[in-house]
Nanobody
Framework: QVQLVESGGGSVQAGGSLRLSCAASGFTISDNCMGWFRQAPGKEREGVAV????????YYAGSVKGRFTISQDNAKNTVYLQMNSLKPEDTAMYYCAGDSLFSCTPAMEWTDFGYWGQGTQVTVSS
C-alpha cells in the first residue's frame, strides 16, 4: 500500500522560507517520479516541480524557478521542496505525488500521477 505523507507547511511572511517534506512508504522514490503540485482556491492544480532518475533530473514551473528547489533523500525515501523568497501568490495547498518515470515530463500534468498525499497548507502574507 502506497502512502505519501507531507509535512512542513505553515504561515510565513513574504520573502520568507519553508521546507516541505514528503515521506513515502510502499513506493521506492529512487525508481520512480516524484512531484510537488499546488492548488489555490478557485484555481486548477498545477505542477510546481518534479524529480526523477534518483534525483538527478528535475523540472520546475517557470513561476518558481530560481526560488524553489526539489530534492530527495533516497535512504530516507523522502522528497523535499525548499521554498525561498516566498510570495503571496505561492499561497496554496501543496501536494506530493508519485508515479512511474513516464510521469516526469516538462508539462508536469497532475493527471499523470496516481499516488497522492493529503496535502499541506502554505500561506504567505504580504
Amino acid at each position: 500500500q502506497v502512502q505519501l505523507v507531507e509535512s512542513g507547511g505553515g504561515s510565513v511572511q513574504a520573502g520568507g522560507s519553508l521546507r516541505l517534506s514528503c515521506a513515502a512508504s510502499g513506493f521506492t522514490i529512487s525508481d520512480n517520479c516524484m512531484g510537488w503540485f499546488r492548488q489555490a482556491p478557485g484555481k486548477e492544480r498545477e505542477g510546481v516541480a518534479v524529480i526523477y532518475r534518483g534525483g538527478g533530473s528535475t523540472y520546475y514551473a517557470g513561476s518558481v524557478k530560481g526560488r524553489f528547489t526539489i530534492s530527495q533523500d533516497n535512504a530516507k525515501n523522502t522528497v523535499y521542496l525548499q521554498m525561498n523568497s516566498l510570495k503571496p501568490e505561492d499561497t496554496a495547498m501543496y501536494y506530493c505525488a508519485g508515479d512511474s518515470l513516464f510521469s516526469c515530463t516538462p508539462a508536469m500534468e497532475w493527471t499523470d500521477f496516481g499516488y497522492w498525499g493529503q496535502g499541506t497548507q502554505v500561506t504567505v502574507s504580504s
